[in-house]
């Protein structure tokens, strides 16, 4: 991780570090079952807001524009998706800026790097070298479990270079396991005091 | 300002504060004539970005699509604006959590308030409870001139009740007049160091 700055005193995880056994869920949310993963985090995300626990939002998918019809209101006719270049979700909690990014993949062991694209990875380096708070969310749904890993590892072990893909075992040891509920769904807010505010 | 939190150690500009001068534009980059207030603004960002002086971006416009053709690509055929719940722009500095929003106006004398929704008041409100930076910047297209105000500021007066728009005098009381160049052409970062982190 030599090459990663840590500004305002940021740390990264210790590398051995054995996360702290962290409660079942409760209520697995039957409501919630088949709702996708943005959509689920957006719900949280509400959930939060609405506690005045911090202010956090997906940034809207960036759209290009080419023909509106103005003839009643206004009417866009073509458009097209942009990729995002920088990641899905920011805002501020205590005081930091947090930026982070939600994956979803269908491996059972281990999560493909590919997955992420270089302008997300040099966005996340910026915020680190600014001094925000950076981590992915990362939902194995085979394996019905979503965890909260720090940007900082994910791009450190990107740039060893040694795998395309971080196994599972790597990502519980240096990430924690996100609590699910019914309301949040997936309560990762705690986990950033954790790894990143103690 | 008395039902405003200023959390981590934030506080009000002093009410009386007679703001510096500041130099005058040294270029008004003829090339940036007649670009639209939002895209300079992008274009400092930009700047930002590449000195590596902070991490700023604008939020894209939120659209709801209703109907995408996938027989070429993915074309999306029709598709509506959606209000911003939020603020135009937002990012990190100096670990930090910052957040503005941009408005023009076209008054010789006074920004009108009605310029604000009621959800960006709110979102700001709650920026700022959670330790964000949140500020407007404000230009009067007639007068050449753009002016950061904190946006504690702002929420106050309008929560005061006594009128409907904010005198230019007063926002040159309690803001800052916005250097201009050609690079950044609105060079707003050194005024959040000088009104929030003095």
Chains 1, 2 share one sequence.
Do not use: W
Request: glycine share 6%; net charge positive; charged share 25%.
């Amino acid at each position: 991780m030599s090459d990663i700055h840590y500004p305002m005193g940021f740390k990264p995880l210790p590398s051995k570090e054995k996360p702290a056994p962290l409660p079942r869920a409760k209520n697995k949310g039957a409501a919630n079952r088949g709702m996708d993963f943005e959509a689920e985090i957006n719900e949280s995300n509400a959930y939060y807001r609405e506690k005045d626990l911090c202010v956090m939002y997906k940034r809207p998918t960036p759209i290009k524009i080419v023909k509106v019809d103005y003839s009643k209101g206004a009417t866009i006719k073509e458009a097209y998706f942009e990729t995002q270049s920088t990641t899905d979700y920011n805002g501020v909690y205590k005081g930091h800026y947090v930026d982070f990014e939600a994956k979803e993949c269908r491996s059972k062991t281990s999560f493909p790097l590919h997955n992420v694209p270089p302008q997300q990875i040099d966005h996340l380096k910026a915020v680190i070298r600014h001094g925000g708070i950076a981590f992915f969310l990362i939902r194995f749904a085979l394996l019905d479990a979503t965890y909260f890993l720090p940007a900082s590892y994910l791009i450190a072990f990107l740039e060893s270079g040694k795998r395309q893909s971080i196994p599972v075992a790597d990502i519980k040891a240096h990430g924690k396991k996100v609590p699910e509920g019914f309301r949040p769904r997936y309560d990762y807010l705690p986990l950033i005091d954790e790894v990143f505010l103690k």
